[in-house]
């Protein structure tokens, strides 16, 4: 993934259920999603930043490890949204996604487990524009997957 920086950094993985599907998020549980699209916040901050954590979801045969591998399973990654920096920005940038019009949460928790959000993980009927993103965040990149 060379045009993907191996800094630290925060992204937006935008994903696309073509169809709806039931799908077990380890052990957070069940969940009805809807076809459509979805935003997903996380953060790189280990070896190879932004590149290996991307390279990773990219990826579609691995170990399921995050709530975001369970999904990816069934969903195609179609665009990833990112800025480098060591600042902890995943939660203030899931609000951000939370906040876009047209919004929904399909499964409360769904990636954190280790914050006081309400989800890291929101449903679109259509695809979300990163524009209305970065009037809220500052400028992203925008890489297609």
């Known amino acids: 993934m060379a045009t993907i920086p191996e800094d630290p950094g925060t992204y937006v993985l935008i994903l696309h259920l073509e169809r709806p599907a039931i799908v077990q998020i380890g052990r957070l549980g069940r969940f009805p999603f809807p076809a459509g699209w979805y935003a997903y916040a996380g953060s790189a901050r ?3 930043g932004l ?3 991307l390279s990773r979801h990219l990826r579609a ?4 490890h995050w709530h975001v591998d369970y999904l ?3 969903a195609r990654p179609v665009e990833i949204w990112y800025a ?3 600042e ?3 939660c203030a940038w899931a609000a ?3 906040a876009l019009p047209g919004g929904s949460i399909p499964a409360p928790r769904f990636g954190a487990s280790d914050c006081r959000c309400e989800t890291h993980l929101v449903h679109f009927g259509s695809p979300p524009e990163p524009d209305a ?3 809220a965040v500052g400028p992203v990149s925008v890489h297609r997957a």
Do not use: D, N
């Open 46 to 48: 280990g070896p190879g």
């Open 51 to 53: 590149a290996a954590r």
């Open 61 to 64: 045969a691995k170990r399921r």
């Open 72 to 74: 990816r399973a069934h």
């Open 84 to 86: 480098t920096g060591a």
């Open 88 to 90: 902890q920005r995943e």
């Open 96 to 98: 951000a996604v939370s």
């Open 133 to 135: 993103f970065e009037g």
